[in-house]
């Protein structure tokens, strides 16, 4: 069953955004992994109409994100989207060290992004709400003018069974196991597009919710 997010309309935009419990979870864990840093990431998905569909989360940073790497891993995601399927960036998240903050810090990313995907948000993690399990993600996409506008609450749907799995796994640690960008410059080893992040785990086989 598909639920939509609790709290403040916004107002912003018209299109639905439906989250992959996949894609939510690995933003989420990302973030706890290192939450005494400035994290950020991609989202990939489909846009069709008003509705875009975030089916997978690609883990990019937990130090700077410069310039030429920031180029470097949208190339790879691309890529990646284009062997997997019909897919493309959707938008970008990010968290902050010190708690919930507005898009400021990565405005110059996400404004560079949409110039070049029509579908691009951008979404600021809000740890404080992990704890009472609530939707942990804020919002932000371009109006019909070009301007960035907060998602409305009511266009966040997500699975019921998303945010307690989200929980259990952030207490037993297990985004210890997530690996971004930044690891794997520096362990070439090491996947960045986790595909085992959730084998034997019941997210495996949750599936993406209805948008209605």
């Known amino acids: 069953m598909a639920t939509k997010a609790s709290g403040s ?5 018209t299109k639905t955004f439906v989250f992959h419990p996949k894609a939510y979870a690995k933003a989420l864990m990302h973030s706890c992994k290192h939450s005494s840093e400035a994290v950020i990431g991609i989202f990939i998905g489909t846009s069709a109409g008003k509705v875009v569909k975030v089916l997978d989360c690609m883990p990019l940073f937990h130090t700077h994100a410069l310039a030429p790497m920031l180029k470097m891993a949208c190339m790879l995601i691309e890529e990646h989207c284009r062997s997997v399927g019909d897919l493309e960036i959707v938008g970008i ?120």
């Not at 309309?9 to 935009?13: A, Q, S, W």
């Not at 998602?151 to 998303?162: I, K, L, P, T």
């Open 93 to 212: 998240y990010h968290a902050e060290p010190h708690g919930i903050g507005d898009m400021g810090a990565v405005k110059p990313i996400a404004d560079k992004l949409a110039a070049n995907f029509s579908s691009c948000s951008v979404w600021t993690v809000d740890a404080a709400k992990l704890p009472q399990k609530q939707f942990a993600l804020r919002g932000m996409c371009h109006n019909k003018d070009g301007e960035w506008k907060q998602v409305a609450s009511d266009a966040q749907v997500f699975g019921d069974e998303v945010l307690p799995a989200t929980s259990r796994m952030i207490s037993d640690m297990k985004y210890l196991e997530i690996v971004d960008f930044d690891d794997h410059l520096t362990d070439a080893s090491l996947s960045w597009l986790n595909q085992n992040l959730f084998h034997k785990d019941p997210v495996d086989d949750m599936q993406l919710p209805g948008a209605d």
């Open 9 to 13: 309309g916004g107002g912003g935009g």
